[in-house]
Structures are given as C-alpha cells and as structure tokens.
Nanobody
Framework: QVQLVESGGGLVQPGGSLKLSCGVS????????MSWYRQAPGKERELVAT????????SYADSVKGRFTISRDNAKKTVDLQMNSLKPEDTAVYYC?????????WGQGTQVTVSS
C-alpha cells in the first residue's frame, strides 16, 4: 500500500521558518523524483520544488528560490522542505508527490499558515 505522509505544517509569523517532512512507504523511493506542491484557497495547485531520485539536481519555483530548500534521504525514505523567510503568500496546503514515468503518488497535505 502506497503511503506518503506529510508533517511539520502549522502557524508561523512572517519571516519565520518551518520544515516540512514527508515519509513514504509502499514503493521504491529511490526510483522516484520527489516534489512539493502547494495549493492556496481559490488557486490551482502549483509546483514548489523538485529533487531528482539521486538528489543530484533540484529545481524551485521562482517565488521560493533562495528561501526554500528541498532535500531527501533515500535510506530513511523521506523528503524535506526547509522553508525560511516565510511570507503570507506562502500560506497553502503543501503536498509531497512522488513521480516517475507513468506513475505519480500524492500525500494528503499539511497546512502552512503564515500570519501575524
């Protein structure tokens, strides 16, 4: 049974930091690139960051470059998203996703709220 479970969301003040984690089971983690997406109320889901299966390459949305860092541990089957200098516009439900050719899995999401 495939499972992706996000954790680490919560309420943080503008300028603060949060670290999201996603633990997976039920598939060969090291075969999949991993991504974080987010969806704000009334908006479409958007890609935030991606890391390759080997962790050799990463990519980020322009809106989070320099503030967010994606990382993974293939031994622990986890992918993290370190979020610094958070802004109110970062408020959203954040989802982790595993992807390879013809296959994609999603977690259930974790809420991040940036507000004073």
């Amino acid at each position: 049974q495939v499972q992706l479970v996000e954790s680490g969301g919560g309420l943080v003040q503008p300028g603060g930091s949060l670290k999201l984690s996603c633990g997976v089971s039920g598939f060969t983690f090291s075969d999949y690139a991993m991504s974080w997406y987010r969806q704000a109320p009334g908006k479409e889901r958007e890609l935030v960051a991606t890391i390759s299966s080997t962790a050799r390459s990463t990519s980020y949305a322009d809106s989070v470059k320099g503030r967010f860092t994606i990382s993974r541990d293939n031994a622990k089957k986890t992918v993290d998203l370190q979020m610094n200098s958070l802004k109110p516009e970062d408020t959203a439900v954040y989802y982790c996703s595993a992807v390879r050719t013809n296959s994609r899995y999603w977690g259930q999401g974790t809420q991040v709220t940036v507000s004073s």
